[in-house]
């Protein structure tokens, strides 16, 4: 088990240790100069939890970063059974069916982050997931954010590792209604929305970090162009009666500190089907968290973001709904074929 120097990892009430993966690592990756300097000493756990869970768990004041990519919305099940009837279910349930039930009693009706039937039920519920965040969060803590958007469509295709009607897998339709701002082939600007709800939420976005993708999968459509870039959304808390104040090293970011960025997505690099790239992540935690501080990833998949943090001296916590992933992350943790672990 980890020393006193990685208490704060630890999750309380009771930790199922066989979803854990513990190693130190020892390696020369480093982006900023402060890091250069540092030992590359780093243990990483990751746990079969809902982020739900998972961060409210987490000690309190304990976690300097937050980074992450949730599941977006109408995209991917990653493998989760969803209770394509949820909607009907809450109508009968509600005193106002027009609201959006929260998050517990979605989950607990068999709902899955990312396939709820309108997009304002998703905004909402990744707001109050990562709220549970803020008491964890130190209050000079940072907290980054991938988001893609989508294209509204009744019956768009939702795959376990495809993305509307892409790939060979079988596959299910979102069953969405339409009205009003959902029209069929409308850009639903959930990112934007996203963001304004957050801040809405009391956060204070610092940055809207467009990730620049120079290569894209081809797509049938001939009447728009194809979408080649995601946003990574940078917040902080606020600060009682003053301006906000949180640990920030630029030099840490990439060269020319520019909201932009072209980076290669990591296609079938792991056995997940949305994987971070190590170029887009060393930066955003090499200058938004201090090299021995705790780097907390509630949506971890692969785990790049924990292999990441650990390489660059911090310690890394991760959770993620599915137990096949927890075991690629393991896998991937500890230096072993993925694949051999989950078959």
């Not at 060979?168 to 934007?192: E, F, V």
């Not at 920030?248 to 690099?269: C, F, I, K, T, W």
């Not at 949506?299 to 943090?309: I, P």
Request: charged share 20%; proline share 8%; hydrophobic share 35%.
């Amino acid at each position: 088990m980890p020393d006193g120097r990685h208490a704060a990892l630890l999750v309380s009430p009771a930790v199922d240790y066989s979803a854990i993966a513990i190693i130190r690592c020892v390696s020369a990756l480093s982006s900023s100069p402060s890091d250069a300097a540092a030992p590359r000493d780093g243990v990483a756990q990751v746990l079969h939890r809902d982020a739900y869970d998972g961060l409210a768990s987490l000690t309190e004041r304990s976690v300097d970063l937050l980074c992450t990519s949730p599941p977006y919305w109408g995209h991917r099940d990653y493998g989760q059974e969803h209770n394509e009837q949820i909607l009907a279910t809450w109508r009968a349930h509600a005193e106002d069916p027009k609201a959006c039930p929260p998050y517990a009693w979605y989950t607990e009706n068999g709902g899955v982050l990312g396939l709820e039937p309108y997009p304002e039920w998703y905004v909402a519920h990744l707001v109050e997931i990562l709220d549970r965040a803020g008491p964890a969060l130190k209050l000079g803590g940072n907290a980054w954010i991938n988001l893609g958007d989508t294209y509204f469509g009744r019956w768009s295709s939702i795959r376990p590792h495809g993305r509307q009607g892409l790939g060979g897998t079988p596959r299910t339709r979102r069953r969405t209604p339409s009205g009003g701002w959902l029209h069929d082939k409308q850009l639903l600007m959930l990112p934007a929305r996203f963001a304004i709800a957050m801040q809405d939420a009391g956060w204070i976005l610092r940055n809207d970090l467009i990730w620049s993708k120079p290569h894209v999968p081809p797509r049938p459509e001939r009447d728009r162009l194809r979408l080649s870039h995601e946003h990574f959304f940078h917040f902080v808390q606020r600060s009682k009666g003053a301006r906000p104040t949180y640990f920030y090293d630029r030099e840490g970011a990439e060269q020319g500190a520019l909201d932009v960025v072209s980076v290669q997505p990591n296609y079938g690099m792991t056995h997940h089907p949305a994987t971070f790239p190590t170029a887009l992540i060393a930066p955003r935690i090499s200058s938004s968290s201090p090299v021995g501080g705790l780097v907390c990833d509630p949506f971890c998949g692969s785990g790049t973001t924990l292999a990441c943090a650990v390489e660059l001296g911090r310690d890394a916590i991760g959770f993620d709904l599915s137990r096949t992933y927890v075991g690629v992350s393991k896998a991937y943790l500890e230096g072993i074929d993925a694949l051999q672990l989950t078959r």
